[in-house]
């Protein structure tokens, strides 16, 4: 079997690789005689085409002899080779409009397509994903646009520093008024959103101190989804319940709106669940939110605010409160400044692309070598043509035409 890693074709780059220069030669030695590797020749991934080739890797341009392809971020139609297996996020099994052209042309060339996604183990958990370091950049990002917003601070952009060490050397610079922080999610996104507030030494209190009590020391708290989300028929809460059907819940986050300067927010969203708020909100009084750092990056997604995604290399745009119109940066001091960035562990590429090869090696290498992989065919999305039956449901999405 021959492996291909795909040059990024999605534009602006993404500087990120499947597996690791290291990683690629271990996979070669260990599967002698039954994989091999090729890379896709690129001028602007984290690791230069030198460090494959020192290491013996072969590096080429032309990669259309290989049987599997990985990526990172979606493949431009035009690149997409016909009838190979490839891996990459889709960001298609949301019915997710801007990518419906990437999934017809998916079943016109007969692709197999693999979602890092839904690669889950036999429990269901997702096995392989950047999440923690998405976490980490972008409760890092947070900080860096509250600094920029209040001016009370000022540190380096997360990806002017080398590594992780170089981002807490960073933050150790930063000293917090008694702001309030809100934190949503506990995954692997939450997870590495706490590596950051816990780095900054910010105590964590309780749902009720958070709303009722003054500190005069900076906070977070860590809200699950049964802290903002009741039934709708009597406020109660049950978790199946709201996880099977998220449409008979309705959001009562405002109150955490009121008492909170800083939003991170890293929990997964169900389309049919309620928003955290609605963009109507941001314009009352007791609206105290300024600073939203949308590590999730659902664009019209929980976070309405979430008007488009940012950039690196333009992270934050503000939104006018009275208007719920995007505006320049820290263009004003009423308005919400918003973090959207959606390739975050872009930011520290190196190690977050080790922590995913890790990944990919213990899960998927071995699972490519057997015959009807179970790992493998959940997340297989399309196949020969056609939509797989766990993703039946995307074909009315994919059938229509703009």
């Known amino acids: 079997m021959k492996i291909g890693i795909i040059r990024e074709g999605k534009n602006p780059p993404d500087k990120r690789v499947p597996f690791t220069p290291e990683q690629l030669k271990s996979i070669q030695v260990e599967y002698a005689g039954k994989i091999s590797v090729q890379v896709q020749a690129s001028h602007f991934r984290a690791f230069t085409d030198q460090e494959f080739i020192d290491l013996g890797i072969e590096v080429v341009d032309?990669?259309?002899?290989?049987?599997?392809l990985f990526g990172v971020k979606e493949v431009p139609v035009d690149q997409l080779l016909e009838e190979k297996t490839y891996f990459f996020f889709s960001?298609?099994?949301?019915?997710?409009a801007?990518?419906?052209?990437?999934?017809?042309?998916?079943?016109?060339?007969?692709?197999?397509?693999?979602?890092y996604e839904v690669l889950k183990n036999e429990e269901g958990n997702r096995v392989v994903a950047f999440g923690r370091w998405a976490g980490i950049v972008g409760a890092y990002n947070a900080f860096w646009t509250y600094g920029k917003k209040t001016d009370l601070f000022e540190i380096?952009?997360?990806n002017e520093c080398v590594d992780?060490?170089?981002?807490?050397?960073?933050?150790?610079?930063?000293?917090?008024?008694?702001?309030?922080i809100i934190l949503t999610g506990s995954g692997r996104v939450g997870r590495g959103a706490l590596e950051i507030l816990n780095a900054m030494k910010i105590r964590e209190v309780s749902v009720h101190d958070f709303l009722h009590a003054y500190f005069d020391e900076p906070v977070y708290v860590q809200l699950s989804?049964?802290?903002?989300?009741?039934?709708?028929?009597?406020?109660?809460?049950?978790?199946?319940?709201?996880?099977?059907f998220p449409e008979k819940y309705e959001s009562h986050f405002q109150k955490f709106a009121e008492a909170g300067e800083i939003l991170i927010s890293g929990a997964y969203w169900d389309p049919d669940a309620p928003r955290l708020f609605e963009l109507k909100d941001i314009a009352g009084e007791d609206f105290q939110l300024s600073v939203i750092a949308d590590v999730s990056c659902d664009v019209g997604g929980s976070i309405p605010t979430t008007i488009t995604s940012s950039t690196i290399t333009d992270p934050v745009y503000d939104v006018d409160r009275e208007t719920g119109e995007k505006i320049p940066a820290f263009g004003s001091q009423t308005s919400i400044s918003v973090m959207a960035i959606d390739n975050l562990p872009c930011e520290l590429p190196r190690e977050a692309s080790q922590e995913f090869g890790i990944q990919l090696i213990k899960w998927v290498i071995p699972a490519l070598l057997e015959d009807n992989s179970g790992i493998l065919e959940r997340a297989t999305v399309a196949r020969d043509g056609d939509l797989t039956i766990e993703f039946i449901y995307l074909n009315e999405f994919v059938n229509q035409h703009e």
Not at 62 to 68: G, K, L, N, P
Not at 98 to 113: G, M, P, S, T
């Open 225 to 244: 989804s049964s802290d903002y989300n009741r039934r709708k028929s009597d406020g109660g809460y049950d978790k199946q319940e709201y996880h099977s």
């Open 98 to 115: 801007y990518n419906r052209k990437l999934l017809q042309a998916v079943l016109d060339k007969k692709i197999r397509l693999i979602d």
């Open 164 to 180: 992780l060490k170089a981002l807490h050397f960073e933050l150790a610079k930063v000293q917090l008024p008694p702001v309030k």
């Open 156 to 158: 380096k952009r997360a």
């Open 91 to 96: 960001h298609t099994i949301k019915k997710q």
């Open 62 to 68: 032309d990669i259309s002899d290989c049987d599997v």
